[in-house]
């Protein structure tokens, strides 16, 4: 149903279901070893172990990201920011060498849409039966099709949700939860609202998520340039389009090669022409490649009338992979890159967090000292247990006390414990900044510090 204004002009259009149809080719291939790695990854990664524990947990409770031999704390999440900012850039940076690759290969929203039309065709068939079958009237046989699809479809979205809650909730003890009805709250929500995005993006709005919901689609023309690899269709070799004889001896001499077969716009996922030039629904899934080669091998014309290309070779210009743009992004995500893996294997295996006691700044004691009370969290990241001395530093003739002398902190665990800071009154040291240090007994390498006020009677 179309929406009008009193004269006539459409401002709404309905949406009409894309059947887009199957093809094969070296980009099929392509995408269907991408769709199977990543999907791979997506759920295997929460079922491998990593002494003794799952590989990779985000353990929010504990407030412990687990990363196979890496255990990161809310105390290194400079580290996903950096993380982050490298996976930005890369973004921009592949961008501008092939234009959507991401989105056309690696998006998630198009590896579960090609797993959910791969679905749909098991169960209802080709894109010919497919519109066959919705333009046909209720019957038991097109109820028996629907169902098993939907069948698919929620199955596969639930398993989808509870293998994204395996990675915040050991996956061996989720499946016991959820066979025994045993789930938690928050669980069961994210659960079912995981699964349910995935079944509403891959099952039913599929190319809408990419044409109207994806900010790339909208800025991508800013990272593009006349040498950026784009799918486009070689208008001078292909027009005038029309009918074509397979016998090269009976093929008229003002036709181009483009038969207007329509299968690069009946194998596209989001319903374009590319025969119209570059459009921002473009996901560059090289689908129209495939469909056009087919049709050129069948006719017994060269293929690429339909390629992966740039607006410089299409002008007749040379391209060029290597220019200003390209260079500075490869030498910043080499240094961000760099600088990570710096950051990942000389971080500090142990963090001091220090807290004043709010109550009281100061107290004198009947000996005459004044005492600061410090509450201090010792986070010891490393995989095996460390006992630690704490010393003040930069605060002459100062007396660290506590419950113990020494403080024991488990392999990968958190210890709280109030200190007593103490110096003699006579000392004058009111306001001054000092430095807490946890010193290692057994390993003189593993050490931290953290900055502290004491404060005194004026």
Known sequence: ????????????????????????????????????????????????????????????????????????FPQDFYLLTWLLIMAALSLFFFTALAGRLWCGFACPQTVWTEIFVWMERLAEGNRSQQMKLDRAPWSAAKWARKLAKQSMWISFAAFTGMTFVGFFSPIEGLIGKVAGANLSGWEFFWIVFYGAATYGNAGFMREQVCKYMCPYARFQSAMFDRN???????????????????????????????????????????????????????????????????????IGLPTGLVRYSTQAEIDGAKPHIIRPRTVIYSVLLAALLCGFAYAVT????????????????????????????????????DQVPHTFRLTAVNLPDAVVDSDLPTQTVEAEDIKSVVVRVRVPSDEGHGGEDFTLVAQALARANVTAKSRARFFTKP
């Open 228 to 298: 950026t690899l784009i799918i486009s269709y070689d208008a001078s070799r292909g027009e005038p389009r029309g009918p074509l004889s397979q016998d090269p001896l009976n093929r008229p001499k003002d036709k181009g090669d483009c038969v207007d077969c329509t299968m690069c716009v009946q194998a596209c996922p989001t319903g374009i022409d590319i025969r119209q030039g570059l459009q921002y629904e473009c996901i560059a899934c090289a689908a129209c490649i495939d469909a056009c080669d087919a049709v050129m091998t069948k």
């Open 346 to 381: 000389h971080r500090n295996p142990v963090d001091l967090d220090v807290l004043r006691d709010r109550n009281t700044l100061y107290r004198e004691l009947d000996d005459g000292r004044i005492e600061n009370v410090f509450t201090v969290r010792i986070i010891n990241k």
């Open 1 to 72: 149903m179309t929406v009008e204004t009193a004269d006539g002009r459409a401002l709404y259009a309905a949406h009409k279901k894309i059947y887009p149809r199957e093809v094969s080719g070296r980009f099929a291939v392509l995408r269907n070893a991408s769709v199977v790695v990543l999907l791979g990854i997506f759920y295997g990664l929460p079922w491998v172990q990593w002494n003794g524990r799952q590989a990779i947990l985000f353990d929010l409770p504990a407030r412990k990201f687990y990363l196979f031999g890496l255990t990161l």
